[in-house]
């Protein structure tokens, strides 16, 4: 079974905290890849991040961290020193080969709302 | 701003009539998808279009039908549609469409759908 699994429904806290959104992805492809998406309540759903699984490399862009594990097959993503901008939903997505074509699984979404 | 543009940004019909969706990129994209989203749900995958060819309906009722006029273009027209259908309808684009090559998909702001 392929899937994604976002466990923090919601998460709530007071901006300059440092923040970590879970997700666990399941997957027997050994070709697959992890992305985040932001959804600001505007409606679009912006590109953050990809990753390969053969790249298990963590990366840094500015105030957001990822951490990719194999081993516990998760792809997690930390905002540090938050800030009210960043309140929106998350989604983390497992992209695969399947049927035919590149599917995007989605997790079902951490909403962050980060207060003043 | 979104390089993939979509309009309206809202609309409301009747479940008698007949509209369309416009979504539009200049990022020379070969692959286009429609996707719907459900409050507090993520998206859900509805058509792929690959070098202008639906290669994908994910079992979709014919009161969407999709259509791409060109590499630039995907049209979603609208018929008979019921109340459950109101939505955030995204539309999105990526690079690559072929095992290997999961590009990253850049949406559109949406089109908030509303049947009354």
Not at chain 1, 1 to 16: L, Y
Not at chain 2, 36 to 63: D, G, T
Not at chain 2, 88 to 97: F, G, H, I, N
Request: one cysteine or more; proline letters at 5%.
């Amino acid at each position: 079974a392929q899937k994604v699994t976002q466990a923090q429904t919601e998460i709530s806290v007071v901006e300059k905290e440092d923040v970590t959104l879970d997700c666990v992805y399941e997957t027997r492809d050994t070709t697959y890849y992890l992305f985040w998406y932001k959804q600001p309540p505007s409606g679009e759903l912006v590109f953050l991040i990809r990753r390969n699984s053969f790249d298990e490399q963590n990366e840094i862009s500015g105030r957001y961290s990822w951490n990719f594990q194999k081993s516990t097959s998760s792809f997690n993503f930390t905002i540090t020193a938050s800030q009210v901008v960043d309140s929106a939903v998350y989604f983390c997505a497992l992209g695969v080969f399947s049927g035919g074509y590149n599917k995007l699984i989605f997790g079902a979404g951490t909403r962050l709302a980060v207060h003043p | 701003d979104t390089e993939v543009t979509q309009t309206p940004k809202h609309l409301v019909m009747g479940m008698t009539n007949k509209k369309s969706l416009k979504c539009e990129q200049h990022m020379g994209h070969r692959a286009m998808y429609w996707y719907k989203q459900k409050a507090k749900k993520p998206p859900e995958l509805m058509f792929v279009y690959s070098y202008e060819k639906l290669s994908i309906n994910e079992s979709v009722p014919s009161r969407f039908s999709p259509e791409c006029p060109n590499s630039s273009l995907l049209n979603l027209h609208l018929h008979a549609l019921q109340p459950e259908d109101s939505a955030l309808y995204l539309c999105a684009s990526s690079q690559k469409d072929r095992p290997g090559g999961n590009s990253p998909l850049h949406f559109g702001n949406g089109t908030r759908l509303t049947v009354t």
